[in-house]
């Protein structure tokens, strides 16, 4: 087929498997260059898989149009004009697209493999970004579009792959309309199944034998007192308003003075949907004058100090750790407490320049630092470390089962020996409340773990997984709390 896709869990294999495909088509003369659109985080991969499935003498094969020397929309656009004539693979990011659209169907021609990898992220049907991806589809000779999570949302995420792969065929043969996919029954489920089944491929990790994971270590942490006193708090005061008490409790247990200040959206990214996040509307509650007191009775959150403490242990047995976060205060606040206990440690997160970020993964791979801390939504994409890590930490993590599953195959992936351990631990902490112990943490883990069985039957089935509203996860996961 010219037109497909591959919808393979993640660390399965999808790059090195789209190389494959360009050296047969290479090898016939069918291409003579890969365009590969998809996220930053991708290319450092993308580079080094090229360099190993397909040596070649030339060190400058491939084009990235978000190098240092093209920092601008004007120099990218002559990158791409005058720059790509001999390279093998072009490398360019989702949001600039549009911007370079007519840059790219310039050189997109009937001897490109154009690849969009973690397709995912075209999911606004009427976004800029798909309108772009569909036009500089139509030159192209081949197109394979790369996603473990193709319907992270709705089944109305398929509509734009479908519509860049098949523009001329989908009206006629799966003719589903927008409003059709945002709800299906399930009748309808099967009807799109049925259609799609002969358009996708699909393998998990038990298929190509990557070795088991070890059990996840949930280490339970108790709330101190003041911790305590702050949560029941928290919990009156945002009890109308989920997400708000969701944030508020994972900055309690990570750096409570967050608490007193406005909400940071962009760290909201790693809570919901990257596009979602206009619906969650979280503003300061004017707390007591007792929040202050409890604040600064806390020091040091005892997750924090439990993190530390197991980062150490990890360490000292010469372990690399990659630690996961969600807030940028987070892994600020983890990176100065391991500085001071001598640990070598960097961090990456949306503000660090891709270049630094390329050279930062290399130096983690080279063991030139101990502990590497960053958050799903800058790193749990298409970078592999596998090689060198096999313990995770997860600080902080939502119901957001995408960045999750990502980020756990950044050190689970194909390539690992048959006996070789991976571990993740997760921080879970409890509260006296109600008389009861009440886990947040606890709470939205099981509900990963619920989401995770659906999406395995689903891949079991050869089907495309239901999927769940983050209001719907956010009442599952405080329904018990807020009747206490």
């Not at 002559?78 to 989702?94: A, M, R, T, W």
């Not at 997160?349 to 080279?366: A, M, P, Q, S, T």
Request: proline residues 3%; hydrophobic residues 35%.
């Amino acid at each position: 087929m010219k037109n497909t896709s591959n919808f393979s869990v993640p660390g399965s294999g999808k790059t090195a498997t789209v190389l494959g495909t360009y050296a047969y088509l290479k090898a016939n003369n069918l291409a003579n260059k890969i365009v590969m659109i998809g996220p930053k985080n991708a290319f450092g991969s993308w580079i080094d898989e090229f360099t190993i499935c397909l040596p070649t003498e030339t060190k400058r094969f491939y084009l990235n149009i978000h190098s240092k020397e093209t920092n601008s929309v004007e120099k990218r656009k002559f990158s791409l004009k005058f720059d790509s004539g001999n390279k093998e693979l072009i490398l360019v990011n989702y949001e600039s697209v549009n911007s370079l659209k007519n840059e790219l169907l310039e050189i997109i021609d009937n001897q490109t493999l154009l690849v969009f990898d973690e397709v995912h992220k075209i999911k606004n049907p009427e976004g800029q970004r798909a309108d772009a991806s569909k036009e500089i589809s139509k030159n192209a000779g081949r197109i394979i579009a790369l996603t473990g999570t193709p319907i992270p949302n709705s089944y109305v995420d398929i509509y734009n792959l479908l519509n860049m792969l098949y523009p001329e065929d989908y009206k006629d043969f799966f003719g589903f309309t927008k409003n059709e996919l945002k709800k299906v029954d399930i009748d309808t489920m099967d009807e799109i199944n049925e259609k799609i089944k002969p358009f996708f491929c699909r393998m998990n990790k038990d298929d190509l034998g990557v070795p088991k994971a070890e059990e996840d270590e949930l280490l339970k942490v108790h709330a101190t007192e003041a911790e305590n006193q702050l949560f029941k708090i928290i919990k009156q005061s945002y009890q109308n308003n989920l997400f708000g008490l969701l944030v508020r409790v994972m900055q309690l247990e990570s750096n409570p003075k967050k608490l007193l200040e406005k909400i940071d959206y962009s760290d909201l990214r790693g809570i919901i949907d990257d596009e979602s996040y206009e619906s969650a509307d979280v503003e300061v509650v004017d707390y007591s004058e007792d929040v202050n007191v409890l604040i600064e009775q806390i020091k040091e959150p005892v997750k924090v100090k439990k993190t530390i403490e197991l980062t150490e242990r990890l360490v000292r047995e010469n372990k690399p750790v990659i630690i996961w976060c969600t807030f940028v205060s987070s892994i600020k606040t983890l990176e100065n407490r391991l500085s001071k206990k001598g640990i070598k440690v960097k961090c990456i997160y949306g503000e660090v320049e891709l270049d630094e970020r390329l050279k930062l993964i290399d130096d983690f791979k080279n063991r030139q630092f101990e502990v590497l801390i960053t958050n799903p939504h800058t790193l749990a994409e298409s970078v592999s470390l596998h090689m060198v890590c096999h313990d995770a930490i997860y600080f902080e993590y939502s119901f957001n089962l995408v960045h999750l599953l990502q980020s756990k195959d950044r050190i689970h992936r194909l390539g690992l020996k048959s006996n070789q351990y991976t571990q993740y631990y997760f921080l879970q902490q409890y509260y006296e409340y109600g008389g009861k112990e009440v886990s947040i943490g606890n709470k939205i883990y099981q509900r990963l773990k619920e989401k995770e069985v659906v999406m395995i039957e689903a891949i079991n089935n050869d089907v495309l997984e239901s999927v769940t509203s983050y209001e719907e996860d956010l009442e599952l996961i405080f329904g018990e709390v807020l009747l206490i």
